[in-house]
């Protein structure tokens, strides 16, 4: 299974995408913003990267940070927002594999994980 790294800046968040995945069978890591994700992204080297796009520090330009440094990382974009086909559109555009909506249904979680280990 695969090694995931959630980073969103509310723990909540964190929480559920955590249960989902470890009863898949999954390692979850967590990071509470885009600079602990990027701090830990050397040390724990994480298969998948699921990402909040509104968080305190902005998900795109962590996105953006990390495939610079780290072309090869396999990242899922989640967002609650009204417009998320524009943010997908954009995310995807600039290097992600795809994206989430939150509230977050298991099977759009397990569909994600599986696209990135394809």
Do not use: W
Request: glycine residues 6%; hydrophobic residues 45%.
């Amino acid at each position: 299974m695969a090694k995931i790294m959630v980073t969103d800046d509310v723990g909540f968040i964190r929480g559920m995408l955590k249960e989902i995945m470890e009863e898949a069978g999954h390692e979850v890591v967590e990071a509470c913003s885009g600079e602990e994700l990027l701090d830990l992204y050397e040390q724990d080297h994480p298969d998948i990267i699921f990402l909040d796009i509104f968080m305190s520090d902005n998900g795109m330009d962590t996105m953006e940070r990390m495939l610079k440094k780290h072309p090869e990382a396999k990242i899922v974009i989640c967002s609650a927002i009204g417009g998320m086909e524009y943010v997908a559109k954009e995310a995807v555009q600039k290097g992600a594999v795809t994206c989430i909506r939150k509230p977050f249904r298991v099977d759009s979680v397990l569909e994600a994980i599986q696209m990135c280990l394809e």
